[in-house]
């Protein structure tokens, strides 16, 4: 089990990632593709994956094992800046750093699995080290996140809706309380399942949540208690539409005024009778558009307690606040690009 201990300082430093990690995305989707579990979320995913991928796998099998620890420096803060910045901050790692988790991973491993021999050049510092592992990321990423990164995005915001709707209702506590079931707030304590067990105190430094949709089962920290404390949580996986379909038919039904104001109304999120009150439409009505919104790949909807809680998502949200051209450039990109790792179901 892990047990973060919070201060009163803690809870007022208790703050939301402002969008997915791409590095985070990157190395948990890692795991992803060597289990066989979640099928009806990653099932699909991991078969399109498979097919796009040229030998990272082999690679970055080297540092990301199947279960257990993987290197700190592999997932930077910087990972929040997009993957271009995130790369260039992990080749700024110092040596000595790298070279000190090198050595942690190494330890973990069975005797008869050593560190690759080019990870040697990675704990030296040496470009041809960095080279291959940036190489590796960068190709990994282009194959199995990049083509869903939309879709990613949607569930991320989604998830920090409701938080946020959490955090204004009851402050930081209810924040915390709202968690998914694998993290559970007991004042002054969030309690997580987690495969060790461990307590991490923080100090007054806060926490960053972080919502990501290949982390799956138990919420992951870093190794480190130096490092900024960031705990990385799954978002809720909800039956979902695979993508945000083509316009055949979907698109088109958006057309008239009532519906314009259904999705103006849900704005930053908002309930299905909020969206009835701020659209002035009766409760149907507003449940009815909704379900048309989000079939046409508009909006999510996420269930939270009792409540129904709906969200733009990017093409959404590109829908009401660019207009119509918009709409359209997002629209004419590649289809592979916009394909979605989810199918129907929800695991846990």
Not at 68 to 76: A, I, K, Q, S
Not at 99 to 122: D, N, V
Not at 230 to 241: D, F, G, R, S
Not at 258 to 275: F, M, N, P, Q, Y
């Amino acid at each position: 089990m892990l047990r973060i201990h919070f201060t009163g300082a803690d809870l007022a430093g208790v703050r939301m990632a402002a969008r997915p990690d791409v590095l985070w995305e990157t190395v948990l989707s890692f795991h992803r593709l060597r289990d066989r579990r979640g099928a009806l979320v990653y099932g699909e995913w991991r078969s399109q994956t498979r097919a796009r991928l040229n030998g990272e796998t082999r690679l970055l099998g080297g540092l990301v094992p199947a279960r257990g620890y993987f290197p700190d420096f592999l997932t930077p803060p910087q990972g929040l800046h997009g993957l271009d910045t995130a790369l260039e901050a992990l080749r700024a790692t110092p040596s000595d750093r790298i070279h000190g988790e090198l050595a942690l991973l190494a330890a973990e491993r069975p005797a008869a699995a050593p560190l690759p021999s080019w990870t040697a050049a990675l704990a030296n510092g040496r470009p041809e080290g960095f080279s291959r592992l940036l190489g590796a990321l960068r190709g990994y990423h282009r194959a199995a996140v990049e083509p869903y990164w939309t879709y990613i995005q949607a569930r991320v915001e989604a998830d920090r809706a409701v938080r946020g709707r959490a955090l204004l209702d009851g402050g930081a506590e209810e924040l915390l309380a709202s968690l998914p079931p694998m993290l559970r707030w007991r004042s002054p304590v969030l309690e997580a399942d987690y495969p060790v067990d461990r307590d991490v105190h923080l100090d007054g430094r806060g926490l960053l949540l972080q919502p990501s949709y290949f982390c799956r089962g138990s919420a992951v920290m870093y190794r480190d208690p130096e490092l900024p404390p960031v705990l990385v949580y799954p978002v809720t996986h909800t039956e979902a539409p695979a993508a945000p379909v083509e316009p055949d038919g979907s698109l088109g039904r958006l057309v008239g005024h009532t519906r314009s104001a259904v999705l103006k109304a849900i704005g930053h999120g908002g309930t299905t009778s909020e969206l009835a009150r701020r659209a002035g439409v009766s409760l149907a009505s507003a449940s009815q558009h909704a379900g048309v919104l989000r079939d046409a790949g508009l909006v999510v909807t996420l269930r939270q307690g009792s409540s129904v809680l709906h969200t733009l998502t990017p093409l959404g949200a590109a829908l009401l606040h660019g207009g119509a051209q918009s709409l359209m450039r997002e629209q004419r990109r590649p289809r592979a690009r916009d394909r979605a790792p989810v199918a129907p179901g929800t695991v846990r």
